[in-house]
């Protein structure tokens, strides 16, 4: 039995992932979290096989958790899931070693064949990401990964005080990385990394 834990923060979407679960012999849901502290506090706690987490959660969203859960738990199968359909978001989840990325339009029978595929050992990525090396290259891929969660924090408005408290860093260095975002993507502002994040479907 493939014991799961969902992590996201709606309670309707998890109760329809537990509806859908219910229907698999081999998977089961053995534990719930609305947000990434809480997500962290039960995988100490007990054992899960796979966990599946949501990527845009509150203040702490799931590319921070799979950070910290991967300084205490490296080899516990992670799938991120998304409703953004962007690859550099599957490129940056893989670096931060999620073993699956897909998004939340996956079919349910893709969802469960990625949960077992992982639970075993794999790494799966939904077919619609393209990864081809001929696709018109952003500007945004030259961004390493602390640089990428950065970019998107400011993008969603995070004051750079905050962002260095939830990436366990100093102001400066989160003020550093700024700075080379917008060396990087050709910007003069925060203004227009915003504006950039929406044109790339970066943010909502």
Known sequence: MIDLLLVDDHRIFRAGMVRLVSDEPDIRVAGEAGDGATALA?????????????????A?????????????????????LS???ESQYARLALKL????????????????????????????????FDFADNRPATAHAALTPREMEVMLKIARGVPL??????????VKTVGSHRSRILVKLGLASNAELVQYAMRQGLVD
Not at 97 to 114: F, Q, V
């Open 83 to 85: 409703m953004y359909v």
């Open 97 to 128: 070693r999620a073993n699956a990325y897909l998004s939340k339009d996956t079919s349910p029978e893709e969802l469960m064949a990625a949960v077992r595929h992982v639970a075993g050992g794999g790494v799966y990525v939904s077919p619609g």
């Open 161 to 170: 005080t905050e962002i260095g408290s939830q990436l366990c860093l100093s």
């Open 60 to 80: 702490r969203n799931g590319l921070d958790t799979l950070t910290a859960l991967r300084a205490e738990q490296p080899r516990l199968p992670v799938i991120m």
């Open 42 to 58: 039960m995988i100490r706690a007990r054992r899960y096989d796979v966990v599946l987490m949501d990527i845009n959660m509150g």
